[in-house]
């Protein structure tokens, strides 16, 4: 059994450019959740998948950002343009249930840094 | 609103030494508690959770009691190891329009030396 996996580990892009992130959830789990966490912060919610679905986007994520999950399965974010406020850790989890009571595995994050 | 107060770090023991974090929330309904460790270069990792009011949550020596009256969920441990240096994130998820996003403290970085 694998665990939540995202691509890449480590990205250094320059300002202005698009950058993509990919996550691929625990087989079985159908939603999928995005967070971005900055130094010495704790992670904030970007965004929610059930399926393929996108049920919920923070206010946090400008219209710089797009979040896809297509047939249900892996999930992409893709930052256009970016600035370097972006620079920042982006954390997948999956869940089997939507439940408070059910816990969200975290996949290893992709590190973005803007110069 | 919902938030987590944790304290802030660093926090910096001997190994063999008890360990308290403390964490409290706010929450609007009846949330479910969760501490997560992110050790260095790693992603988050569930530590342990507790989805009711004075529900004990345990896992490799750490515990952490969920009180209502409160509103607190401190994590301990009664003898820490230099293997427990890391961050811990306090946290609470509330279900709500069918999902359930959690809510994280800033964490607290534990540095445990010999």
């Known amino acids: 059994d694998t665990g939540v996996s995202q691509d890449p580990r480590h990205k250094i892009t320059k300002r202005g450019q698009n950058v993509t992130f990919r996550c691929d959830p625990i087989?079985?789990?159908?939603?999928l959740y995005w967070y971005r966490q900055t130094l010495g912060q704790g992670p904030e919610f970007l965004t929610y998948?059930?399926?393929?679905?996108?049920?919920?986007k923070s206010r946090l994520l400008s219209d710089r950002f797009s979040a896809e999950r297509p047939k249900g399965s892996f999930s992409t974010l893709e930052i256009q343009r970016t600035e370097q406020g972006d620079s920042a850790m982006y954390l997948c989890?999956?869940?089997?249930?939507?439940?408070?009571?059910?816990?969200?595995?975290f996949g290893p994050g992709t590190r973005l840094t803007v110069l | 609103g919902n938030s987590v107060t944790q304290m802030e770090g660093p926090v910096t023991l001997s190994e063999e030494a008890f360990l308290t974090i403390n964490c409290t929330y706010t929450?609007?309904?009846?949330?479910?508690l969760f501490w997560y460790v992110q050790y260095p270069g790693e992603g988050l990792q569930l530590l342990l959770k507790?989805?009711?009011?004075?529900d004990k949550g345990s896992n490799k020596g750490f515990e952490a009691t969920y009180r209502k009256e409160t509103t607190s969920f401190h994590l301990e441990k009664g003898s820490v190891q230099v293997s427990d240096s890391a961050v811990y994130f306090c946290?609470?998820?509330?279900?709500?329009?069918?999902?359930?996003?959690?809510?994280f403290g800033a964490g607290t970085r534990l540095a445990v030396h010999p």
């Open positions: 989890a999956s869940s089997s249930r939507p439940f408070s009571t059910d816990t969200q595995y």
């Open positions: 998948f059930q399926n393929e679905a996108q049920l919920e």
């Open positions: 929450a609007t309904g009846y949330p479910s």
């Open positions: 946290a609470l998820t509330l279900f709500s329009g069918g999902y359930n996003k959690l809510i």
């Open positions: 087989s079985e789990h159908n939603r």
């Open positions: 507790a989805t009711k009011a004075d």
